[in-house]
């Protein structure tokens, strides 16, 4: 045990809270990690929670979540419930004196969020939003270079997605079931909440500021997927950002994971970073690119080597969250950087439906985009 640690031996136990369709993308980090064991499961499907137990050697199966919580020998648990549930599970969890990983989005209101967090500090707990983006290895490693001074000051961030069409295993064996609370009056809907949390995160993380001015067009097509046009203003009035959804049904796109794909592209005053890729694999490019120019000619960078794999973010994002845990040092993402997240998120959606700027700031409780029926 180190002097630092959080915990009380020198391994995390990890109780594990929704069974569901993203489950074993973030437990394979937790059973990798040499100091961690995943000791329980709970899910209200029972045949669910003794699959996922089985298959990742956890003793014991619960279908309660108050069973769960119980276990006094349990460090910390991860959340991996609906998104409506997650203020709930989280402050239950909290109470029961567990440290807390929870999935994106934090909640559906910016005041759930806010009390989450106020709940933690209170107790003297970790409580840390899992945001796979952050930890994937060519992102961070752009963050990096970043930092190093590779491109100079910064000046535009534009982060892209694209919506097509997958094959995949992971896709046709997601479960319909984990949609329906998606797309109903359980969510503030659609796409832009439950995915695009992701590329909002990076929109922040990536700048280190906040953004104060939004506008943006946001469109509906099929199923919950939003077309979208947003420009963003932050502090700095040097630094513009955008972000764009576009959506392409009849695009087959090379993905082992969901039907997508996202590029994100970083303009300092003497260089160029592009991440090429994320969720998919559509284009044969190296996944980072550094471009810098000076009087003296180019040079362009193709980072190779890196880790690509979407599905590393995740594994990361877990271990990072058990390192936090045994060292006693910060878990990312913290509450308050997650509710600027919901913030923006809303401050999109708010734009949309008003064609005015919104202050991401100013944002209280949940928007939801006009055109989506109440059931
Ligand atoms: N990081 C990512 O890229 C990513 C991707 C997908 C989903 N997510 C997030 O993960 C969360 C789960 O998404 P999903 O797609 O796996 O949903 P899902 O509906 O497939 O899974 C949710 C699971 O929680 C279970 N559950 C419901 N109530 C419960 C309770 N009281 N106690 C324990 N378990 C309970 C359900 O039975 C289900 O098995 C959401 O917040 C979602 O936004 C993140």
Request: charged share 20%; with cysteine; aromatic share 8%.
């Amino acid at each position: 045990m180190t002097p630092m640690s959080l915990i009380r031996g020198d391994r995390v136990r990890l109780g594990v809270v929704g069974a569901g369709n993203i489950a074993a993308m973030n437990v394979a980090g937790y059973l990798d990690h040499d100091c961690c064991d995943v000791v329980a499961v709970c899910d209200p499907v029972e045949d669910r929670a003794r699959a996922a137990a089985a298959a990742w050697g956890a003793t014991a199966v619960h279908t309660d979540l108050a069973a769960l919580l119980a276990d006094d020998s349990l460090d910390a648990v991860e959340i991996l419930t609906p998104t409506h549930l997650h203020h709930d599970h989280v402050l239950a969890a909290l109470a029961a004196g567990k440290h807390v990983s929870v999935q994106k989005p934090i909640a559906n209101t910016v005041e759930e969020a806010r009390a989450m967090g106020a709940a933690a500090d209170r107790a003297g707990l970790v409580l840390r939003v899992s945001e796979c983006f952050r930890h994937y290895p060519p992102i961070e490693k752009a963050k990096a270079l970043m930092a190093e001074g590779a491109i100079g000051k910064l000046s535009n961030i534009r982060i892209r997605t694209i919506v097509g069409q997958t094959d995949s295993a992971f896709q046709a064996n997601l479960t319909a079931d984990g949609y329906v609370w998606r797309l109903n009056a359980l969510s503030p809907r659609g796409h832009l909440f439950d995915d695009m949390v992701h590329k909002y995160a990076m929109a922040l993380w990536l700048a280190g500021q906040d953004i104060v001015s939004v506008q943006a067009i946001v469109r509906r097509r099929d199923l919950f997927f939003e077309p979208c046009a947003a420009i963003f203003e932050y502090e700095d009035p040097a630094l513009l950002g955008s972000m764009e959804v576009s959506y392409a049904p009849k695009m087959w796109l090379r993905s082992r994971y969901y039907g997508a794909d996202e590029f994100i592209e970083i303009q300092g005053d003497e260089g160029f970073l592009q991440v090429t890729r994320a969720t998919g694999e559509l284009l044969d490019h190296p996944p980072l690119v550094l471009y810098r120019g000076d009087e003296t000619g180019p040079t362009t960078v193709g980072f190779t080597g890196l880790d690509a794999d979407w599905a590393t973010g995740f594994r990361r994002s877990s271990a990072h969250f058990v390192d936090a845990l045994l060292e006693g040092t910060p878990a990312a993402m913290t509450a308050d950087e997650s509710v600027k997240v919901l913030q923006l998120c809303f401050a999109v959606y708010e734009a949309g439906n008003t064609s005015r700027p919104v202050d991401p700031r100013t944002i209280t409780g949940s928007v939801t985009p006009t055109g989506w029926a109440n059931w």
